[in-house]
């Protein structure tokens, strides 16, 4: 019984709230009309702040995938113009720059980092494909730069450790680069010995390093080369002329074409015949 009493009251109060609800309406209708712009200002907003991560997101992936497919593609185009003789170096430095404002103006930590990690890359080859001498403080200037940029990669935190793994790595190239080979080994015994960079490439780059970074600590030294051998020229055989036959030098300015033709031969001097004896004018003739 109490039970149905309890139904019957709540029944009544929501038909009373019912039949009262167009005048408290009427007599509330500034304040509900403020609520409802309110709600209906909030949903725009959300759903736009919602399209408009989506539609940003994206664009920052493509543009990214494109300054990321430029740095090889970049890098294949100077070796080639360096096999012509062409120094094309200095076209890598507008590409890292473009990659270090990508990731100055992006949010995303994973994002950034891959775009520092290729601009660290991209100065490093700057480096390497020059033509002309680079001097020591050229050379510790831009690797500054490349470690202040793998550097920044670590400082994202990005949530993927393979990322995380390389950026490490480039630190110890750089140090490497720079011939502080303790340094390197250190910075490359803690990416291998990482647990956090289990099964990352960049791990066993750093194994095998370690393994062979000692063959670069001693200078190369580069045997002179062999004496070329003097070219001979070949003795062409021309029936008729003698092999031992010397040549005919031409006057200057007459052209040979074709073999050099043979030596005259010498013409004999005549020689006088002997004139006959005069007879003896004491020897009687006819016997």
């Given at each position: 019984m109490k039970s149905d009493h309890r139904h019957e009251l709540k029944t009544n109060e929501l038909a009373d709230w019912l039949a009262n609800f167009p005048e408290w309406a009427k007599q509330n209708r500034t304040n509900l009309i403020a609520a409802a712009a309110v709600v209906v200002v909030a949903l725009i907003v959300?759903?736009?702040?919602?399209?408009?991560r989506t539609v940003v997101s994206v664009h920052n992936q493509e543009r990214l995938t494109r300054l990321v497919s430029q740095v090889p593609d970049q890098i294949n185009a100077v070796m080639r113009a360096a096999a012509q003789d062409a120094d094309q170096s200095y076209t890598l430095m507008?590409?890292?720059?473009?990659l270090q404002e990508f990731a100055e103006g992006i949010s995303d930590n994973n994002m950034a980092a891959l775009a520092l990690i290729k601009r660290g890359e991209t100065?490093?080859?700057?480096?390497?494909?020059?033509?002309?001498?680079?001097?020591?403080?050229?050379?510790?200037?831009?690797?500054?730069?490349?470690?202040?940029?793998?550097q920044q990669a670590l400082d994202r935190k990005p949530s993927?450790?393979?990322?995380?793994?390389?950026?490490?790595?480039?630190l110890g190239l750089c140090e490497e680069e720079l011939g502080s080979f303790d340094k390197a080994a250190e910075i490359y015994?803690?990416?291998?010995?990482?647990s956090q960079?289990?099964?990352?490439?960049?791990?066993?780059?750093?194994?095998?390093?370690?393994?062979?970074?000692?063959d670069f600590k001693t200078q190369v030294a580069f045997q002179?080369?062999?004496?070329?051998?003097?070219?001979?020229?070949?003795?062409?055989?021309?029936?008729?002329?003698s092999a031992s036959a010397p040549a005919v030098v031409p006057p200057p300015g007459d052209p040979v074409i074709g073999p050099t033709p043979p030596p005259a031969?010498?013409?004999?001097?005549?020689?006088?015949?002997?004139?006959?004896?005069?007879?003896?004018?004491?020897k009687p003739s006819g016997g």
């Open positions: 959300y759903f736009w702040s919602y399209y408009r507008p590409l890292s720059q473009d100065l490093r080859a700057e480096l390497h494909l020059r033509l002309t001498d680079v001097s020591r403080d050229e050379v510790a200037a831009q690797i500054a730069k490349a470690q202040a940029s793998y993927n450790p393979a990322l995380a793994a390389v950026a490490q790595f480039g015994r803690e990416v291998a010995q990482g960079y289990a099964g990352t490439v960049a791990q066993a780059a750093a194994e095998y390093r370690l393994k062979i970074m000692d002179p080369a062999p004496p070329q051998p003097q070219a001979t020229v070949p003795t062409i055989q021309i029936p008729g002329i031969e010498a013409t004999p001097t005549p020689v006088p015949a002997t004139p006959p004896a005069a007879p003896d004018a004491n």
